[in-house]
């Protein structure tokens, strides 16, 4: 049974994805991580031999820690995290334990490079609408909750992404980016290793929406009809991406805890048994 300071692999990974989400470190030795380099979901790297100089950034917060096999390391990262200020956890069982939990993995060999600051750094054509939010949608739930996104006109993202060393992305001509019909969001979800039922699911929606495929997935149309509103109600394009995170969040929940879940009204009234007609009265 795991200490009240543990979290179990399945109790994690109900958390993954969402918007409240904790932090997650990812403590394992250089020789661990070199030998099985994926992530779990949003981790960022830190050293734990140096954890007092950097304990203190993440006060206030929600973390959770993992190393190898969650042992010595991950709980003297958390207690430390916990002196400091922050509510700290180590996943029961550790990296191991997640793995064999079948828990989505991020291939991090497939990170572009990160700023001063640890974030990655993206950039593409102003005004989105489908591919353009969903794909950010992506990167903060799965990837990088902290990354930055960088929208300007069309004839400027690949200067904008050299001189500012970002990635450019939903753009012709770059790694990430359409693919033999399929759009960028399919392309994120294939070269991270994001594969699950409901991100798949999600992928199918947002190419049908994005490349006019209504026909790929009955949510497709409705998915374009809220994105063009999206796109009308806000000029500022950071302001509709943080606005329209919801929307993904919700599509996402119903695809990996009610796809069968239907509505109807009026509900169906209970069926109640027949009840037996009555005597005549007495003369």
Not at 80 to 100: I, K, M, N, S
Not at 119 to 143: H, S
Request: charged share 25%.
């Amino acid at each position: 049974m795991p200490a009240p300071t543990e979290i179990t692999a399945q109790q994690f990974s109900r958390l993954i994805g969402l918007p409240d989400a904790p932090i997650v470190l990812d403590v394992r030795s250089d020789d661990a991580f070199a030998r099985d380099p994926r992530l779990i979901p949003t981790a960022i790297r830190r050293d734990a031999r140096t954890v007092e100089s950097w304990a203190t950034s993440y006060a206030g917060g929600h973390v959770v820690v993992y190393c190898q096999h969650g042992g010595p390391l991950s709980h003297g990262v958390a207690a430390w995290l916990r002196e400091a200020g922050t509510e700290a956890e180590t996943l029961d069982g550790g990296y191991e334990a997640y793995v064999l939990s079948g828990g989505v993995l991020v291939d991090s060999t497939k990170l572009p490079r990160r700023d001063t600051r640890e974030r990655t750094v993206w950039v593409t054509r102003a005004r989105p609408k489908v591919d353009r939010i969903a794909c950010p949608w992506l990167i903060r739930r799965f990837v990088d909750r902290d990354a930055v996104f960088l929208f300007v006109a069309a004839t400027e993202v690949e200067a904008v992404a050299e001189r500012f060393r970002a990635t450019p992305f939903d753009v012709e001509g770059v790694h990430w980016s359409h693919r033999e019909g399929t759009c960028t969001f399919d392309t994120m979800v294939d070269e991270f290793g994001l594969h699950s039922p409901a991100l798949d699911q999600l992928a199918l929606i947002v190419r049908g929406a994005d490349t006019a495929q209504m026909d790929l997935a009955p949510e497709a149309a409705g998915l374009l009809a809220a994105s063009v509103g999206f796109s009308r109600m806000y000029k500022d394009d950071l302001e509709q991406l943080n606005a329209a995170m919801s929307l993904y969040d919700a599509f996402y929940r119903r695809l990996r805890d009610a796809a069968d879940e239907t509505h109807n009204w009026p509900a169906p009234k209970p069926k109640t048994e027949a009840q037996p007609a009555a005597k005549p009265a007495r003369v």
